[in-house]
């Protein structure tokens, strides 16, 4: 295979992506291996390596003696088409052996518009889609990631879905599989065995059954499958692993640096926002735990920038400590210091003047509406005081570029909330105007829009989307009203936000529609290079399926959900008694100020984390 890869290497864009040999890639003898993991990413090579949790995983699997785990990104079309014309299938980077020939094919599935690359990385490796048609034991297909908190509409090519953090649960399907393979269970034996394991989910052990609207009526567990398969949690972050020798990569990928995990969850509610409800309880890293891997990431590296990484980097209690305790050892070494994911609301001098001995990167922050009533309503907790203290604190420090995102379409929306960003927008660069320490670079303020998509296990997971034509033309409106030269107006892609709330919501039928659109050339989806709605709504008709169906209509409070035989400890109770509060404006404190009950204290001890 060597040999055909030296022939094609040369006629693709960025052949270092699919060489592997990179510096920390993990090799082992086969001889003393007796469980293969190949461990795919269903994006390119430099997405997947920008992964964190890819990271952390391949670095647990590699420590489990016995195992390999090796990687495997989808080819981009220029190397897919090469390697179907030379008859080369899908390949792990560490030894260049068939991903096919491996024990588990595990795919890490953070976005619902990777579901097709996912499809493509299957039909490359040679091996049947659908999960009934590979019915030995060998390969098993598992994934794992944000996206399967709804799986449903891939149970039909998975075998088993991992829900939740897998630093201790992939080890545990690896140890049962090990067993399986010893003792040569049957495929169905070790499905039956493995739904026991808390934060496995097996589709095959569920039977769905649908009212003559489409909607579903009963979700029925078979052979002693758990009612609901819950979600797992690691409770120490103190003792989790973190990959301190992780591979460097041989090419530029979009996160190249040393990333610090400083706490998991987040204390702030807002009701839109899947991760922040998935991901609780919020567990902190200790910060002199913290330093000791920045610094040893570092000189293991060689990497000369940092960045550390949360849903709310700003929450964590030990940031002004933490910063004091890298940033000597940062400048020694020539290396900058980022903090993404600030709030508006606590962005301060004392932290302004930590980012201030690096470069003066543009700054960002996430009103996400534009009018305080629409803040209120998704428990932002950001006022425009907030905003206009950061913006006066930035600017009076020397900083000239702010981003600021919103996001159109969210319930309760109307056109006076639209055109509230576009007054944001203005008043921020007046307050620069006012309190800039330095006016010959001029200002940059961009304002950026996303289109609302309601996620499972959100207050908001009953809401309709607004239609693509209302979107256009809220668009319209917000651009029309952004007058001001020193602000730039981008705005998402509709087509895709469309889709990704179809597939957000969609039930196990929508399978169909996937292989559909897969079989017409839906590939990188999460590309705008590669991505066509009409494919997609081609497929929908063949399939006698409408998207509209999944993205723009309400559900009821007693309509199943397609997820609902899984389990993120936070309660549907707590869910809808928060979209109420929505639609009166009405906003819950952060769980640093008051338990709100939503069911997450599932840490040792039986209390979520209060700072």
Not at 128 to 138: F, G, I, K, N, V
Not at 187 to 208: D, E, H, M, N
Not at 418 to 430: D, F, K, R, T
Request: glycine share 8%; hydrophobic share 40%.
């Amino acid at each position: 295979m060597y040999k055909k890869l030296e022939r094609i290497l040369p006629r693709v864009q960025k052949p270092a992506r699919y060489v592997g040999g990179e510096y920390n890639a993990v090799m082992k003898d086969k001889r003393d291996v007796d469980i293969r993991f190949a461990f795919c990413f269903p994006d390119t090579y430099e997405i997947g390596m920008s992964n964190l949790g890819f990271r952390i995983l391949y670095g647990v699997m590699n420590g489990m003696s016995g195992v390999w785990c090796e990687r495997a990104f989808a080819p981009w079309t220029d190397m897919e088409e090469e390697m179907r014309r030379a008859d080369i299938p899908l390949y792990a980077l560490e030894s260049g052996d068939p991903v096919r020939d491996f024990d588990i094919i595990g795919f890490s599935i953070g976005y619902e518009m990777a579901y097709t690359a996912m499809l493509n990385m299957l039909d490359l490796s040679g091996l049947p889609l659908h999960s009934e048609q590979r019915t030995a034991l060998t390969p098993l297909v598992v994934a794992g990631g944000t996206a399967m908190y709804n799986a449903e509409p891939v149970a039909d090519f998975i075998d088993l879905a991992l829900i939740g953090e897998g630093e201790e649960l992939l080890p545990e399907v690896i140890e049962l599989y090990r067993r399986a393979k010893a003792e040569k269970w049957e495929k169905q034996r070790f499905l039956r065995a493995a739904a026991q394991i808390q934060g496995v989910y097996v589709p095959s052990l569920y039977t769905v059954s649908y009212h003559e609207d489409g909607t579903i009526s009963a979700i029925v567990p078979q052979d002693g499958a758990p009612e609901k398969a819950v979600k797992r949690v690691v409770h120490d972050m103190d003792k989790s692993y973190y990959p301190i020798k992780t591979i460097v990569p041989s090419t530029e990928i979009v996160h190249d640096r040393v990333t610090l995990e400083v706490f998991r969850g987040c204390i702030r509610g807002c009701r839109f926002c899947q991760a922040g409800y998935v991901y609780r309880p919020v567990r902190c890293r200790s910060k002199d735990q913290l330093v000791r891997y920045g610094q040893e990431a570092i000189r293991d590296s060689g990497y000369q920038e940092m960045t550390l990484s949360s849903l709310s980097t700003s929450d964590y209690p030990e940031l002004v400590g933490l910063c004091d305790g890298l940033q000597e050892f940062c400048e020694q070494h020539h290396v900058n210091l980022s903090l993404p994911s600030l709030r508006a609301d606590n962005f301060s001098m004392e932290l302004m003047q930590r980012l201030q001995r690096g470069r003066k990167a543009g700054l960002t922050f996430a009103p996400e509406a534009g009018t305080q009533r629409l803040r209120d309503a998704i428990n932002k907790n950001v006022t425009e005081d907030d905003l206009t203290e950061s913006l006066k604190t930035a600017f009076s420090g020397g900083w000239s570029a702010v981003k600021l995102y919103f996001m159109l379409g969210l319930p309760t929306e109307t056109d006076e909330d639209v055109l509230g960003i576009a007054e944001m927008a203005n008043h921020a660069v007046h307050t620069w105007r006012e309190y800039a320490s330095n006016k010959n670079r001029g200002v940059r303020i961009t304002v950026s829009t996303s289109w609302f998509v309601p996620k499972p296990f959100t207050a908001f997971q009953w809401e309709p989307q607004i239609t693509m034509e209302e979107y256009e033309r809220r668009v319209k409106l917000l651009r029309q009203a952004i007058t001001a030269k020193a602000v730039t107006y981008n705005w998402h892609d509709g087509d895709t936000s469309f889709l990704e709330a179809v597939l957000a919501r969609g039930d196990r039928r929508l399978g169909r529609v996937l292989e559909a659109a897969f079989r017409r050339g839906a590939k990188l989806d999460a590309w705008s290079d590669c991505f066509d709605l009409r494919r997609w709504l081609d497929a929908f008709a063949a399939c006698g399926l409408d998207p509209a169906f999944y993205a723009n209509r309400a559900r009821t409070r007693d309509e199943i959900l397609p997820w609902s035989m899984i389990s993120c400890h936070v309660s549907d109770a707590y869910l809808w008694r928060q979209r109420e509060l929505a639609y009166q404006s009405i906003t819950t404190p952060d769980c640093r100020t008051r338990c709100s009950g939503c069911g997450a204290n599932v840490v040792e001890g039986g209390e979520c984390w209060h700072g």
